[in-house]
DNA sequence: GCCTACGAGCTCTACATGTC
DNA sequence: GACATGTAGAGCTCGTAGGC
C-alpha cells in the first residue's frame, strides 16, 4: 500500500495491479471527506482497509475489493452525515434497517436526491439567479457529478426547477428504480458488518451486531435475482464470426496497406480506394479512406489496424476457444504452439478456477488471429521488453504503446451486424466478451448435440460439471436448439422432396413415401402445396432430425420410439438419454443404426459408410486381433456392407 | 447458500486529430 | 488558429459467473 497522500490511496497488488481509492469526495453536508471536520470517517474507511488486507479480519488482497470496501463505508459514512449522524457508535439498529432497505432501491433514493437538489437548487436561486448551473446546484447538494446517470428523478427535478419548458426532453429519462441484485446487496452491505467485527482496531465502530441473521440473509431478503448472460441470436452470432474471420484473414494485407499509405500519403487515398474495391467482400461493407467523409462505415487504415483488427482477433480467440475476457486480455506473445497434424495450443491463464496457465486445443483460424496480433504488436513488444500480446504503438507525444481497445460493439456496427427485434423495436445487438464464451457452449451442444459435456466442460475450465450444464440446460439455449433441429429437419425434407439427395435407411424410407404420397395429392407444379404440406408434417410429428456422423436419427422421446430405438436395446450398455429425453447418439455406432427404425441417411453420408465399411475389414484382418474380437468385427463389417449394397447400390 | 472477483455501462476529463 | 469531433482512460454503481 503506498504512502497516505492528501485526497486519495493508490492500493497495489499482484501483477501489477492497483486501484485508487478517492477521498475528496464532496459529502451531503457540503464538505469534502478529506476535510477535518471528516476526520474520524476518513480514519475509520483507513482503518477498514488495512483490516480488509492485514491482520486477523484480513479476506482480500485484490486492490478493487478494497476500493469497494471503501466504497461502500464512505457511502454509508454519506448517509449518516446526511441523517446528522455524527459516528458509527450513535446508529441504532432502526438505521441500520432504514439504511438496508433504501439501499436496496439504488443510489439515488438512498441518498434522497431529489430533496437534496431541490433544496440546493432553492438555495442558490436567489444568489445565483435562474437557471442555477447544474454543476453548482450537484455541488450544493452533495451529490458527486460523475453520478448523474444514477439520478434521473433528481435530474429532472432540476430541470423542472431551472427550465420548465424543457421538462418534456428530460422526462425520458426517469424510469423506475428497479431493486438491486442481491448480490450487490451483499457487496453493499457487507463492510457494514465490519464496523462491528473489527470495532477494537478501529476509531468509529458499531455497537451491536448489524446483521446477527448473516448479511447474505438480509441482501437475500431486499434484493431480486441475478441475471445471466444472453445468448446471441444464431445470425448475429455468425454474422459478426464472419466478419472478424474476414478481417483475419485480411489482416496481412490491411498492415501493408497501413504501412504504404505512411510512407507515401501523396498515394494514400488513391491506394485506399484500390483496397477497398478489390477486398470489398472481406470488409463486410467497410471502405478504407484517409479522409474523413462522414459515414460509419469508412475508417482510416490506421484505425482498422489498430483498432478493428485487434477487436477481430479478440473475437475469433473469444468464440474459438471459450477463453474468458480476462484471459484474452493476459494472452503473451507466442501463446499459440504446435502444428497442423497434431493441433494447435493456445497457452492462456485460466482465471476462477486453476488460476495458473493451462493449455486450450484451438483451430488454425486462432492461431492465425494470434500470429496477427503479434504482427500488429512486434515492435512495441521488442522496443519496451513486454510480452502482452494485446498492445499497439501509443500516442507519439504522450505515451509509447497502450493496450488495444477491443469495442466489440463498435465492430459490430462497423461490418454491420444484422439488427434484432427487441420489445418490438429493431435494435442493435449489445454484445459483451462472455457471450462468445456462451455461444462456444451453444454451437459445441448444437453440433454434437447433448454429447460429451465433460469434453465441454474441459474446454470451459469448470471445475464442477453443473455449472457446465447450467449453460446447456438453460431454457433459451433449449428453444434455440429446438429452433435449429426443426430448420434442419425442414431443410433435409425439402432436399429429400425436391434432389438430387434421396432418403435411405429403415426411417429414410419411410419419409419417402411420405413425400410420395404428398406429390400424389398435389399437382407436380405446385411447389407451395409440397412445402405446405412438409411443414404440416414436421410440426405434426414433431419430427427433429439429429446429425451423426452417418446419418441422422429421428426417434423422439416417446416411449415407443424409446423402446424400439435400436441403440435403446438392453444389450447396448452404451446406451443413453440425452437431456432432453430423446436416444443420445453417442451411445450408439452404424452397426446399430443400420438396423435402426429411427435412421436415415442419403449420399453426403455414403463415403462415411464405405471408408467404415473398409476399415472394419481392415481392422478384422489385422494379425494382432484376437479372434474373439475379429468375429464380432466381420460381423458388423457384414451388416455395414449389406446396409451399402441395400442404399447405395454398391456391391 | 454464501461469497469472491470480476465485467457492463455510464459519465467526465484530457488530449489528439480533423475541418474550416 | 479556432472550433468541432473523436477517443482513451479513469471513477462510479450495479450486474454476473462461478467456487466451495
Known sequence: MSEALD?????????????TILFNEVMPDGY???HPRHTLLLKTTQSLIVASREGPFAFTQSPKVLARVARSIIGFGAWCNMENIERFENVTPDDIARFVSL??????RTMQTVRRIQDATDALRS???VPVPLALALQHAGIPSNLRSKIPRALEAYYHMNYPLALETVSARTETKQTLTKGTLYQKFFPLDMLWQCRKSISSALVFEPFPAGVWSVAESLGKDNGHTKTMPVNVCFHILAAAVNWVTLGN????????????PSKAEEACLQFSKRHANELCGVSLSTRKLGSPYIVHPKTACITYLPTAVYIIIAAFTARRDIEISKLSAGSVTGNSESGWWLKSYIAKTLRRDDFTPCPEIVKAA?????KIGREVRQEHAISLLFVVP??????????????INLFARLVQTPKVMIEEILTDWKFSPHQFRRAFAVLFVWRFEYANIGALSYQLRHFNIDMTLNYVRDAELSSLIGEEYHKLTLEKMRSYANGPEKPCGIFGNVLKKFIQRFRNTISMTDEAGLERKLVEFVEQRKLRLRATPWGYCGASGTPSNLRRAACQSVINPSRGITLDGVPDSTGSDEYLCARCHFHVTDSTREDHWVAKQKSMEQAARNAYTSELLRRAQMERSRVIRIFIQKNFNKE
Open 370 to 374: 494470434v500470429c496477427l496480433m503479434e
Open 253 to 264: 494485407a490491411l498492415l501493408r496497406l497501413m504501412h504504404e499509405t505512411s510512407r507515401d
Open 32 to 34: 469534502a471527506l478529506n
Open 394 to 407: 501509443g500516442d507519439a507525444n504522450n505515451c509509447s504503446y497502450r493496450r488495444c481497445a477491443i469495442d
Open 103 to 108: 439501499a436496496a432501491t439504488g443510489y439515488e
Open 7 to 19: 485526497d486519495q490511496w493508490v492500493v497495489r497488488g499482484d501483477h501489477d495491479e492497483y486501484a
Open 127 to 129: 444568489a445565483v439567479g
